[in-house]
């Protein structure tokens, strides 16, 4: 089973469209992440939430809104889409422990 | 705020023989410090961590890490490379009570046959 999935994997669209990545855990943490991975494959943090509540949002454009609906569930929505935003977002939750379990990751591409 | 520093973009090796991968650090309190690997088209993997205890600390795939806390370093080890190794990896950091865990800008490791 695999333990943080995100959908889709590939998601191709046109300038000024809105989309959405779901993400889905299943290891019964209460932290989960988004990042974003430029071309140069820096990772920068988006948003995080505990237990549904949202603890880190960091400088990120409000076109881009998170949501959860339960603890094992983080989506990422994203509004009026931009060249720039074309990147690979990562989906994460967080063991007690501190470990970050990875989803495989989502390449979005803007045209 | 916390920060992390990996100098090398690339670093290159022959298998068989020792890999280094650097890494300074900068955080407030007692650091909680990551290492991960990330294979091409995949999401990052842990390898390893340190939060208190003995400076070396073990990992996955014969990897380890020495913590240094004067000199504010988690060096990443391995003391044989394999060819399946070549990835790029991530160090990252956090404060002790931090959600946020910060990441370096990864250094791509290549062993070549």
């Known amino acids: 089973d695999t333990a943080v999935s995100q959908t889709p994997k590939y998601l191709v669209t046109q300038m000024g469209n809105d989309k959405s990545i779901k993400c889905e855990q299943n290891?019964?943490?209460?932290?989960m992440y988004w990042y974003k991975q430029d071309s140069k494959k820096f990772l920068k943090i988006m948003f995080s939430?505990?237990?549904?509540?949202?603890?880190i949002n960091e400088t990120v454009p409000n076109r881009f809104s998170p949501k959860s609906p339960d603890k094992a569930h983080l989506n990422l929505h994203i509004n009026s889409l931009e060249l720039g935003d074309s990147a690979v977002y990562f989906c994460?939750?967080?063991?007690?422990?501190?470990?970050?379990?990875f989803g495989s990751g989502t390449q979005l591409s803007v045209l | 705020a916390q920060s992390v520093a990996q100098p090398e973009d690339q670093v290159n090796v022959a298998e068989g023989n020792p890999l280094t991968v650097k890494c300074t650090y900068s955080?407030?309190?007692?650091?909680?410090l990551f290492w991960y690997v990330q294979y091409p088209n995949r999401g990052l993997q842990f390898l390893l961590k340190?939060?208190?205890?003995?400076?070396l600390v073990k990992g996955s795939y014969g990897f380890e890490a020495e913590f240094n806390k004067s000199q504010t370093s988690f060096h990443l080890k391995k003391p044989s490379a394999l060819v399946s190794d070549s990835a790029l990896y991530f160090c990252?950091?956090?404060?002790?009570?931090?959600?946020?865990?910060?990441f370096g800008a990864g250094t791509t490791v290549t062993v070549r046959a």
């Open positions: 994460a939750s967080r063991s007690k422990m501190g470990k970050l379990f």
């Open positions: 290891l019964g943490h209460d932290t």
């Open positions: 939430y505990n237990n549904k509540e949202l603890i």
């Open positions: 955080v407030s309190g007692n650091p909680y």
């Open positions: 340190y939060i208190t205890g003995d400076n």
């Open positions: 990252a950091v956090r404060g002790p009570n931090d959600y946020k865990l910060s």
